[in-house]
């Protein structure tokens, strides 16, 4: 079983930055890919960003990309997400995953672990 606790979320005005952590418990965790999702009212669940297991490999939606980076420290069981350049778009309540011991993917059902995600909004 694996826990996953996002932090790092807020209020802040367009232009700014925000780093958001998730931070893992289990044995599994640098063997599963990771992912962050985002959620704004009204809207389906999306893609944002995911890295490899060794943190080597990394995607982007088209959205993010170029502003937003995602990053991961094994030793200490934790995804971060650093997002520069926010956008009131990127208002939304962001969720990190975990896919148990496998590759990330772009894709919410591939996986097994969500946290309760935290909330993100961006004034403009």
């Known amino acids: 079983q694996v826990q996953l606790v996002e932090s790092g979320g807020g209020l802040v005005q367009a232009g700014g930055s925000l780093r958001l952590s998730c931070a893992a418990s289990g044995p599994t965790f640098s063997s599963s890919g990771m992912g962050w999702f985002r959620q704004a009212p009204g809207k389906e669940r999306e893609f944002v960003a995911a890295?490899?297991?060794?943190?080597?490999?990394?995607d982007y939606a088209d959205s993010v990309k170029g502003r937003f980076t995602i990053s991961r420290d094994n030793a200490k069981n934790t995804v971060y997400l650093r997002m520069n350049s926010l956008k009131p778009e990127d208002t939304a309540v962001y969720y990190c995953a975990a896919v148990d011991r496998g590759t990330y993917s772009l894709m919410a059902y591939d996986y097994d672990y969500w946290g309760q995600g935290t909330q993100v909004t961006v004034s403009s």
């Open positions: 890295i490899s297991q060794s943190g080597l490999i990394k």
